[in-house]
């Protein structure tokens, strides 16, 4: 099995920084693309960044700019590095993970989330 846990979440005010965590550990013979996603109240879950195992970067435009992602492949880890944090970061941010498991080939897995709380 593959367990995704994911640290770094907490409670900010706008305009501070967060760095946010997803080690990946278990049966992996490989990683893919690998990515962060959030979901607010009400809303559906959006992708934030992905960063494939080429180092390929995709951002949603709300975020250009203000957020990084980056990858230890040593360490099965992708990190994402938020600045300037505004209100309409608050959501519950997922980790996800394209795993080869050689036995069963590619997977998709989804790390429990971590809560990010912006102030104003």
């Known amino acids: 099995q593959v367990q995704l846990v994911e640290s770094g979440g907490g409670l900010v005010q706008a305009g501070e920084s967060l760095r946010l965590s997803c080690a990946a550990s278990g049966s992996i013979f490989g990683i893919g693309t690998m990515g962060w996603y959030r979901q607010a109240p009400g809303k559906q879950r959006e992708l934030v960044a992905d960063?494939?195992?080429?180092?390929?970067?995709n951002y949603a435009d709300s975020v250009k700019g203000r957020f990084s992602i980056s990858r230890d492949n040593a360490k099965n880890t992708v990190y994402l590095q938020m600045n300037s944090l505004k209100p309409g970061d608050t959501a519950v941010y997922y980790c996800k993970a394209l795993i080869d498991q050689r036995v069963g080939g590619w997977n998709v897995y989804w790390g429990q989330g971590t809560r990010v709380i912006v102030s104003s």
């Open positions: 960063i494939s195992n080429g180092g390929s970067i």
